[in-house]
């Protein structure tokens, strides 16, 4: 594993990225591409947290990824270390000249500095790469500037991920994640409603600054911590009309053909494809029924990918 760090505790000199890096896509992968070919200086990914707009702005602001979920990611590509840098009202005041000066130079001692075409940064956003490369002329430093990659649907951007998640569309936000988007959970005590009626699930306590997709019904790999098996399952994102409109939204996961104990466990859940959205039945019958044929039409998906 990767290091998580604090600019104090940095290996260097680096060869540095500077971004969000919030869902770690195909434009970010070019990004990263480009510092870890630099093989003389520490492969480094440099980040703020919390998110600028939340501190500027006071906007909530989910993550694709949190910072201990990129470490393995970051790690398969190449990366050694992830510094996060805390952003507050005084980071947020220090000019761009400063920023690069006191942070990028001093602090992190970068020897290569990789940036996207459009990367602004500091106070009222006034520094670009033309600050950049001003500053570092004299230096024994170079400047990788990235172009924004596109497709054939435009701009590759998280706004883009966080947008198909949100309709449940995950063969595109896996196209563009080169990835499964995931998330993972604490098991906790819920209701016993779906072990009355014969689907007992597994309710999930998920950080409050995780993105989750879109609300419905998703046949989904789900694991246990620390182990590497997937197990196919049905997952309820979002309330419960059909037992009680007024249940606040929730992350519930049925584990098909299996039966484990899974309190105080942590699990991973990893939803494919999304079955359909949520209904609010006539009684318990119907929705009983229903489950019944969710969990068909999951296994169905899921036993394909496997051929």
Do not use: C
């Not at 909530?60 to 190449?78: M, Q, V």
């Not at 595109?172 to 409603?193: D, E, H, M, Q, T």
């Amino acid at each position: 594993m990767i290091s998580l760090i604090s600019p104090s505790e940095v290996k260097h000199p680096t060869s540095i990225a500077i971004g969000s890096f919030d869902g770690l896509h195909a434009g970010h992968r070019k990004l990263i591409e480009s510092v870890v070919k630099e093989n003389k200086y520490t492969p480094t990914i440099a980040s703020f947290w919390p998110h600028p707009r939340e501190v500027l702005y006071n906007e909530t602001r989910l993550r694709l990824d949190l910072p201990e979920e990129k470490l393995p990611i970051l790690k398969d590509l190449g990366i050694e270390q992830l510094v996060l840098i805390p952003f507050d009202k005084k980071l947020s005041e220090l000019s761009a000249e400063s920023f690069i000066r006191d942070i990028l130079i001093n602090k992190l001692q970068a020897k290569n500095i990789s940036v996207g075409a459009n990367f602004r940064f500091g106070s009222k956003r006034s520094g670009d790469i033309n600050t950049i490369k001003r500053l570092i002329k004299d230096m024994d430093i170079e400047l990788k500037i990235i172009s924004i990659l596109e497709d054939n649907e435009g701009r590759i951007s998280s706004s883009r991920v966080r947008e198909l998640l949100q309709r449940g569309d995950l063969k595109n936000a896996f196209k563009i994640l080169k990835r499964p988007y995931s998330f993972k959970g604490n098991v906790v005590k819920g209701k016993g409603i779906g072990e009355s009626l014969g689907f007992p699930t597994a309710n999930l306590e998920i950080d409050g600054r995780k993105f989750l997709p879109g609300e419905g019904v998703y046949a989904a790999w789900a694991s246990i911590e620390r182990s590497s098996q997937k197990i196919a399952s049905v997952m309820n994102l979002g309330s419960q009309p059909t037992i009680d409109p007024q249940l606040p939204s929730s992350v519930e996961v049925h584990l098909i053909n299996e039966n484990i104990n899974l309190y105080n466990q942590s699990l991973s859940v990893e939803p494919v494809e999304r079955l359909r959205s949520q209904v609010k039945f006539k009684n318990i019958h119907q929705l009983s029924d229903q489950i019944k044929k969710d969990k068909k039409d999951a296994l169905k998906i899921l036993e394909n990918l496997k051929i």
